[in-house]
Structures are given as structure tokens and as C-alpha cells.
């Protein structure tokens, strides 16, 4: 069966830390995306890749596709970071697989 | 803008009751899709499409059907609302089907409580 894998499932953390959440899968995938989720709000796509590193401000997400992971990176993290972060990945030519997500709360 | 608009964004239905969930995109994205999200779980696809005149099934499709006359819409119409079918739901479309990695964008989802 097709899995993702998050960690963790929450997180608390206060104003500036550096924030790391995980992602892992069963099998070989064609892309993974990160999304995020505020409460009670929408979701909105912040990476998509297949290989590498990428970088949007203060946000960082890399893959290893050997090692069938990917992380999130927050820097200097701020309470508005607080939200839902979700990785979703698709296997092949299959539809979307979804984590269950990590709720993230930055303290001031 | 462009973006997924999803609506009414909250809404109460009894058992029994029909109703139509809309979602229509503005970036002529020929894929769209519905999921429903429950505490504990991961995001659930209920049906997707292709393109106009053309959906299919999804993980969780009992109970909803859809139609895309347009490449702009795709409703999802609740035949007989059940209490299992309270839950938050998401639109979303992309530029491609999955199978080729592309940018998904979601709407501000419907929360839906089955009374």
C-alpha cells in the first residue's frame, strides 16, 4: 500500500526556533508536495519537487529520493508559521496521497 | 484573482437532505478534484476529472456525484446527506493530472455538518 508517513503529528516551539518536520513514504514517487493548512482556512501549496532542495524565504524543503524522505525547514520561526503542514505525494500516475499532517504552534 | 473559489464555506444540512458543494477555477486548469478532510486522516479524494465531460472515481465516492460540463466547474451534489458525511471539504485543480508533477491549488473549503 501506497503510505505517507509524517512527524511530527504536533509540534510546539517558541518564537526563532528552527523547525524541522519529517516526511516519509512506502515507495518511488514522481513528486512531493508541501502544503499548508491555518485554522479553519484553506490550503495552500508552498513546494513541489522531485529532487534537491528548494527554498521560499524562510522555508526549506529538500528531498533524498534513495532514502524516500523529505523534511521542511522553518528558520527563525514566527507565530504566524503556526498552521497544518501537510506533505502529499504521488506515486506514479497515481492521484494524490496525503500525510495526516503537523500541527505547528510557535509561542512568542 | 486567480484561484479555486469553493462554496457556501460553511453549511448545515439534515439527514436526508441534497445539496450542491461549488468549486470553479479561473487558470483553465483541466484537472480538478474533491477531498474530504476528517480529524486523524489524511485528505481523501472523493472524485476527480480530466477535463470537461469527463470524472471518475476517487477513494471515498459513495454518496456524492459530480458532472463537469465546463472546464471551470465541477459541483459535487450529496445525494442524501448522512451524519458520516460531516466533514471539511476541499477543491482542488491543477495544470496536469497528478502523474505529471504540477502545483495543485485548493480552495478555502466547506465545512459540512449533518445534523
Known amino acids: 500500500k501506497n503510505e505517507v508517513e509524517q512527524s511530527p503529528q504536533n509540534l510546539t516551539a517558541q518564537e526563532g526556533e528552527f523547525i524541522t518536520i519529517n516526511c516519509s513514504y512506502s515507495v518511488g514517487i514522481s513528486a512531493l508536495h508541501w502544503l499548508q493548512q491555518h485554522p479553519g482556512g484553506g490550503i495552500v501549496s508552498l513546494f513541489m519537487l522531485s529532487s534537491g532542495k528548494k527554498k521560499h524565504g524562510r522555508l526549506i524543503a529538500t528531498i533524498n529520493i534513495q532514502e524516500k524522505h523529505s523534511s521542511l525547514h522553518i528558520t527563525a520561526s514566527h507565530p504566524r508559521d503556526s498552521a497544518v503542514y501537510i506533505c502529499?505525494?504521488?506515486?506514479?500516475?497515481?492521484?494524490?496521497?496525503f500525510g495526516t499532517g503537523t500541527r505547528l504552534t510557535i509561542i512568542p | 484573482n486567480a484561484g479555486v473559489t469553493q462554496t457556501p464555506k460553511f453549511q448545515v444540512l439534515k439527514t436526508g437532505q441534497s445539496m450542491t458543494l461549488q468549486c470553479a477555477q479561473d487558470?483553465?486548469?483541466?484537472?480538478m478534484s474533491w477531498y474530504r478532510q476528517d480529524p486523524g486522516m489524511g485528505l481523501r479524494l472523493i472524485h476527480y476529472?480530466?477535463?470537461?465531460?469527463?470524472?471518475d472515481q476517487g477513494e471515498v465516492p459513495n454518496g456524492y456525484n459530480v458532472s463537469r460540463s465546463t472546464t471551470e466547474d465541477f459541483p459535487l451534489r450529496l445525494l442524501s446527506a448522512a451524519p458520516s458525511q460531516t466533514s471539511v471539504y476541499f477543491c482542488a485543480s491543477s495544470y496536469q493530472p497528478y502523474g505529471v508533477p504540477t502545483e495543485a491549488f485548493f480552495g478555502q473549503g466547506t465545512r459540512l455538518t449533518v445534523v
Open positions: 487558470m483553465n486548469h483541466e484537472y
Open positions: 502529499a505525494v504521488t506515486f506514479g500516475n497515481e492521484k494524490l496521497t
Open positions: 476529472s480530466v477535463g470537461a465531460g469527463i470524472t
